[in-house]
T-cell receptor, first 112, second 115 residues
Framework: DTEVTQTPKHLVMGMTNKKSLKCEQH?????MYWYKQKAKKPPELMFV???????INESVPSRFSPECPNSSLLNLHLHALQPEDSALYLC???????????FGQGTRLTVV | DAKTTQPNSMESNEEEPVHLPCNHS???????IHWYRQLPSQGPEYVIH???SNVNNRMASLAIAEDRKSSTLILHRATLRDAAVYYC????????????????FGKGTHLIIQP
């Protein structure tokens, strides 16, 4: 199983809503990542978890709150988002010190 | 981080080889050269990586210049399914994050395949 599964595939939320994005992998990878991708732009790194601990936060606003409850799951909690946060949110995983990262298909988020 | 420079777009014909260049003149000795691609409406996909020697796998070949300041991704026989944005990324696996530092994507090359 070389899949990273993200749910939901699409999400529309209001600026006062609270929602969560979910990411799951069963490859035994101990590094997991969140990226944000605006239309026609490259992905941008948001967070890195290493051994279930947050190791890198790329100065992401606090309205994005990541969580890694176990080695297979990664969540991104969303609260009080702005319309400019509308984007494709990508999850990825990899082995520590290994080069190949596996990406999910992403969650397309629209904030209204 | 060392940066990469790629052409914005390239066009090729189906069933012909494609050579995608990447310049990385400020590469450090511990930087690995990675290539990922992103097909329309999908997440990025690993293609190949190398350090100093040329590399081959089932998807592509990677030719690395002797001074490591440039590299070329070679698709030996392009198909319509190879139409994607190709990203050349430098990554120091001994860098920050203790072996899990994420990928820094540049703008990439948009590869167009003509039938």
């Amino acid at each position: 199983d070389t899949e990273v599964t993200q749910t939901p595939k699409h999400l529309v939320m209001g600026m006062t809503n609270k929602k969560s994005l979910k990411c799951e992998q069963h490859m035994g990878h101990r590094a997991m990542y969140w990226y944000k991708q605006k239309a026609k732009k490259p992905p941008e790194l948001m967070f890195v978890y290493s051994y279930e601990k947050l190791s890198i936060n790329e100065s992401v606003p606090s309205r994005f709150s990541p969580e890694c409850p176990n080695s297979s799951l990664l969540n991104l909690h969303l609260h009080a988002l702005q319309p400019e946060d509308s984007a494709l949110y990508l999850c990825a995983s990899s082995q520590i010190f290994r080069t190949e990262a596996f990406f999910g298909q992403g969650t397309r988020l629209t904030v209204v | 981080d060392a940066k990469t420079t790629q052409p914005n777009s390239m066009e090729s014909n189906e069933e012909e080889p494609v050579h995608l260049p990447c310049n990385h003149s400020t590469i450090s000795g511990t930087d690995y050269i990675h290539w990922y691609r992103q097909l329309p409406s999908q997440g990025p996909e690993y293609v190949i990586h190398g350090l100093t020697s040329n590399v081959n796998n089932r998807m592509a070949s990677l030719a690395i210049a002797e001074d490591r300041k440039s590299s070329t991704l070679i698709l030996h026989r392009a198909t319509l399914r190879d139409a994607a944005v190709y990203y050349c990324i430098l990554r120091d696996l001994q860098g920050r994050g203790g072996g899990a530092d994420g990928l820094t994507f540049g703008k990439g090359t948009h590869l167009i395949i003509q039938p």
